[in-house]
């Protein structure tokens, strides 16, 4: 009796600590679920303010009358390349852009925050 005894008590402490576990886990899911579900209305707020990469560059470029030829000619790259990063098919390298910074007037940090 004394056998039996000693290894149910154990048992019964392993599936009662599982037991807690599974619930303190379940807690957490529910209230991170409450979380989510609460901050979609943010979510969806900052996606339609947030621009990408290639709208900031179109709207410089357009802002400072540029064409497309004369920036990637500035640049020595080709004007599908400009096509591209401002339709968002590709990013500009770093060198590429910071001489669009350059180009336009303003800092590369500045394009990256409006891009943000």
Do not use: C
Not at 65 to 72: C, L, N, S
Not at 79 to 105: C, H, I, Y
Request: glycine share 6%; charged share 25%; aromatic share 6%.
């Amino acid at each position: 009796m004394n056998l039996t005894l000693s290894f149910l008590i154990p048992a019964l402490m392993f599936f009662a600590a599982v037991i807690g576990l599974g619930t303190y886990v379940t807690v957490l899911i529910v209230k991170a679920l409450r979380r989510y579900t609460r901050a979609e209305p943010d979510r969806k707020e900052k996606k339609e303010n947030t621009r990408s990469l290639g709208e900031v560059l179109k709207q410089h470029r357009v802002d400072s009358k540029m064409t497309q030829e004369f920036v990637a000619e500035s640049l020595g790259v080709s004007r599908q390349a400009v096509s591209k990063w401002e339709s968002g098919a590709s990013d500009p390298s770093t060198m590429n852009l910071m001489a669009l910074a350059k180009l336009f007037g303003v800092s590369a940090e500045e394009l990256l925050k409006e891009a943000s």
